[in-house]
């Protein structure tokens, strides 16, 4: 195993996962994914970020949730965050659109990169469904597993005591992340729900939504600091 290829993840997350990681479907993905890497396949994002979002965000510091699908699949762009790319990449057309929202939303001017990661370290928990992809090969590694450990991880948020600000962006998230209860089904979660980013559907109700200032205000109002969405300017040496 190359340095590249050790996998990451904060202790937070190791003991409340033993089972799952346990479980014959992870021996099944994880032997699929040996077998991707031998017949020659690019996999993104490398092996040491498969799980960057949860080395990232500790399930004790988990405040807020955002719900992708699969990593992108084009060279140099995944590294373990949903909606996020590497520096140096341009932000993808469903980013631009997140921004545009948080800029109408806060009044926050869009950044110049599409590096999420500190909104990683302030509780916002960036989970795709599937946490790997083939080079150039949307959605390649569906069904092979990954989708009922992310599954588990969501259950483990949906489970904590403190409450938890789930985006749930299409249809996708929405039926992934149904099972949480909200405040007005009698839990302690909220629970946005809007229409995907992308250029295909965000004039259908993700503009507008105010999913930021909602989450921070409810953060607020539960005693907790909101999150700062304002992304810092890279340092030169990660570009």
Not at 121 to 126: S, Y
Request: proline content about 8%; glycine content about 8%.
């Amino acid at each position: 195993m190359t340095k590249n290829d050790q996998v990451k993840l904060h202790d937070s997350w190791k003991i409340p996962l033993s089972e799952e990681f346990a479980k014959p479907y992870m021996a099944g993905l994880k032997e699929f994914l040996i077998t991707e890497k031998a017949a020659g396949k690019r996999i993104f994002p490398k092996g040491s970020e498969y799980f960057r979002a949860l080395d990232l965000t500790p399930l004790g510091d988990v405040r807020v949730v955002i719900l992708g699908q699969d990593p992108y699949h084009g060279p140099g762009q995944a590294h373990g965050l949903c909606f996020s790319v590497q520096p140096g990449v341009r932000p993808p057309p469903s980013l631009v659109n997140i921004y545009k929202e948080l800029e109408s939303d806060l009044h926050i001017p869009r950044p110049g990169h599409g590096y999420l990661e500190s909104w990683a370290r302030q509780g916002v928990l960036l989970l795709n469904s599937v946490l790997t992809v083939r080079n150039g090969e949307a959605a390649s590694h569906r069904g092979k597993g990954w989708e009922q450990f992310t599954d588990a991880i969501v259950n483990l948020i949906a489970d904590k005591a403190e409450p938890v600000v789930f985006l749930l962006w299409g249809s996708y998230a929405q039926k992934k992340a149904a099972f949480v209860r909200s405040i007005d089904q009698g839990g302690q979660h909220l629970v946005l729900q809007a229409p995907h980013p992308s250029p295909l559907s965000a004039h259908n109700g993700f503009f507008g939504c105010r999913h930021f200032s909602q989450t921070n205000a409810f953060l607020e109002s539960r005693g907790m600091a909101p999150i700062d969405w304002a992304l810092p300017e890279l340092d030169a040496q990660l570009i």
